[in-house]
């Protein structure tokens, strides 16, 4: 069985909602839709306060390079353009909308009907998924039209799909693979026509044999398209290690995948491709994962983008009485929500509400040198020395050592015995070098 | 509403922490103490009482009114140099001298450079040569338990180890044949089971094996270590008794006699004072391997274990320095 070789973690998997079927969210009453929901410039506001707007209607317009448009959701009528602490824990711009019906923008598709015919053109590919404001749905939002485009010099020579989903207790892209596969694969189709490449990887972890099983079956009729079963090991859905585990390759230090050859998006993109090109459907929904050892129904729901998160939890049974966390995202990379007023964005991938036992850190005590962290680290990196040099605040000598490589996965704190806050201090450090790098550059 | 707790991501854990590490540890060691207690009876238990209490009292004196800081005693780390300590002595050590051995592990080689995980030296061992250097004839006088299976347990006759045996008599000009020969030599079932003279806990192979297992399924050690430094002891060793088996001892008995199996299962793989990446221990292993043959065979000691792993204690921080794991993704600049 593949998997990537260097470090890696095995947390207990929790999929508590795997045997969960999509069900869709009924509308909120309200939402409030973040105009920034990208990695990259911020979005230009482009309805004004009072506007009668349908669903699927541009409500914000990306200007820059990299940058994406934003929709509404639902339809309604826009109350106020004002600000909201989003999931990041940041406050951005946002458009607040008053739910009236749900009007649709004439010009999409809303038929059950799957059409596997791809008609547009490779440019035409690119720049719809530009107008329909698709971003990668694994977390990281990085626009997905930008993403086609590959560099002068460079060639792309495969597609990889990520299916890993190796955060412990998110199951919506296993969902998603089981229930709409089909449509997914036609989006892996797109994304390949849009690359110009013939061939497509999609690894999954094999503690989803019933996804795999699925997507095996039906791939007969989508020759190019493989389907990979991994081992199951954290972080293997980080592109780098994906990369590593389908192909054997090792992106470069510093470098994006491009550089090996590849270009990875998520099975969530692929869903959302296909529905931007077959359909004509802005990025407007997603399937978001609520889950939790003391919910009363771990679900998997289809989400409109700027349903608050407390609808969520209410549809799953309401808030546990012993909450002591609630987590946009998984265990490992996950950010605690400071409040359950957010709204679903983009990059929703899942809610996670942790009991209150589960919700402390470990006490801190002193660094025994065991050297587990070195070992775990995907990236091959000194965690502890890194947040030390952090700590000392000597970021220099991070960057040394290499601290940009660092991709966050949280598995050398995980695996701490001493219960030491290393990715906190490695986080830290990552931003205090990428000031000292841009203040480089101004010189 | 209660409040949300918020903090960085991870927020799950794998729940192996310090203590349970040592603990672990702890258990890896009782069946040497079993081994001990058997072959020299309750004067091995009050070894290790006296050691035990003597490193815990230290620790919760010096933290208490030295340093003044917050109680570190329930980690186990204190609990696991006291046990090595009382591992390498000999059973009939006084308790005073015991209670020096403990102050020096404490006070000296782990309170003094700031506790748990800064120590640079392995403390069990500082006090064990700080012990064997000032009270040299105490602690090179052992208790030699009767072979497996005789009918008295112990006796109070005293005598020098398998090593002392053939250093002396190596010394003397006889043959390793003519050596392992007399009827007084422990030969290499006694000393795998654990009837040979010897600080109270490296006698027996066996025990001290069954330990080393459980660590490694635990995952309080891993291999590297323990693989480096037996293969290079091993392997060396082996050559020498290739060029002249009259004159060097073979390699199973090295490694069957003196601490050469607790060196290398319990005392080299102390996390503070060894390397942190796999092939720093590598290479770290491989060097305590070397010197203790070379202490062994040409040295004025008939044992090298404890030298040994001081010795690269001591290169441990330019050992981590020049080997460091490899990075994924490394760009290879050539010259």
Known sequence: ?443 | MNLLTVSGSPHVHDHQNVKSIMYGVVVAMIPAIFVSVYFFGLDSARVIFISVSACLFFEWAIQKYLLKGALTINDGSALVTGVLLAFNVPSNLPAWMIIVGALVSIGIAKMSFGGLGKNPFNPALIGRVFLLISFPVQMTSWPIPKALFSSSVTDAITGPTTLGILKEGLNAGKTVQELMANSGFPGYVNDMVGAQGGSLGEISAIALLIGAIYMLLRRIITWHIPVAYAGSAIIFSGILWLVDPTRYIDPAMHMLAGGMILGVFFMATDMSSSPMSPKGQIVYGVGAGLLTIMIRVWGAYPEGVSFAILIMNAFTPLINKAFKPRRFGEVIIKK
């Open chain 1, 1 to 443: 069985m593949k998997t990537f070789k260097l470090g890696g973690i095995h947390p207990g998997e929790n999929k508590l909602s795997a045997g969960a079927a999509i069900e869709i969210l009924p509308l909120p009453t309200q939402v409030c839709i973040p105009v920034s929901q990208n990695l990259g410039a911020p979005s230009k506001v482009v309805v004004e306060k009072g506007a009668v707007i349908r669903t699927g209607q541009l409500i914000a317009k990306g200007e820059a390079f990299i940058s994406s448009n934003v929709h509404s959701s639902v339809s309604g009528k826009v109350t106020k353009i004002d600000s909201v602490i989003d999931t990041s824990g940041y406050k951005r711009p946002a458009v607040y909308i008053d739910v009236e019906g749900d009007e649709w923008e004439e010009s999409i598709d809303r038929s059950q009907d799957i059409i596997s015919d791809i008609r547009l053109s490779r440019e035409e590919i690119i720049s719809r998924l530009n107008e329909t404001g698709i971003v990668g749905l694994g977390g990281a939002t990085f626009p997905s039209h930008v993403k086609l485009m590959i560099p002068e010099g460079k060639k792309a020579e495969y597609l990889l799909i990520n299916g890993v989903e190796c955060e412990p207790y998110l199951t919506s892209d296993h969902r998603l693979m089981l229930e709409r596969g089909r449509e997914m694969m036609i989006g892996v189709k797109i994304l390949m026509k849009g690359l110009n490449v013939t061939k497509a990887y999609i690894g999954i972890e094999r503690n989803k044999p019933d996804a795999i099983d699925h997507l095996l079956k039906i791939s007969a009729e989508f020759p190019g398209i493989e389907i990979i079963p991994l081992k199951v090991k954290y972080p293997q859905g980080g592109e780098k290690q994906l990369i590593k585990a389908v192909l054997n390759r090792e992106v470069p230090s510093g470098k994006l995948p491009i550089e090996v050859g590849c270009v990875v998006n998520n099975v969530g993109t692929a869903l959302a491709v296909y529905e931007a090109v077959q359909k004509n459907k802005p990025l407007i929904d997603r399937v978001v994962t609520v889950t939790g050892k003391s919910l009363k129904k771990p679900s998997n729901l289809l989400v409109r983008i700027g349903t608050p998160v407390n609808q969520l939890i209410d549809f799953a049974g309401g808030l546990p009485e012993d909450t002591g966390k609630v987590i946009n995202g998984g265990p490992m990379m996950g950010k605690a929500l400071t409040s359950l007023e957010v709204p679903v964005v983009k990059g929703t991938s899942g809610i996670l509400i942790l009991p209150e036992n589960e919700s402390r850190r470990i006490p801190v005590i002193n660094c025994i040198r065991c050297a587990r962290c070195i070992s775990v680290c995907p990236m091959g990196l000194e965690p502890v020395l890194l947040a030390q040099l952090s700590e000392n605040q000597v970021y220099e000598a991070a960057e040394k050592e290499h601290i940009l490589d660092c991709i966050e996965c949280g598995s050398c704190q995980y695996t701490c015995p001493a219960g030491r806050p290393l990715l906190d201090y490695l986080r830290l450090g990552k931003n205090k070098v990428g000031v000292i790098i841009r203040n480089r550059g101004k010189k």
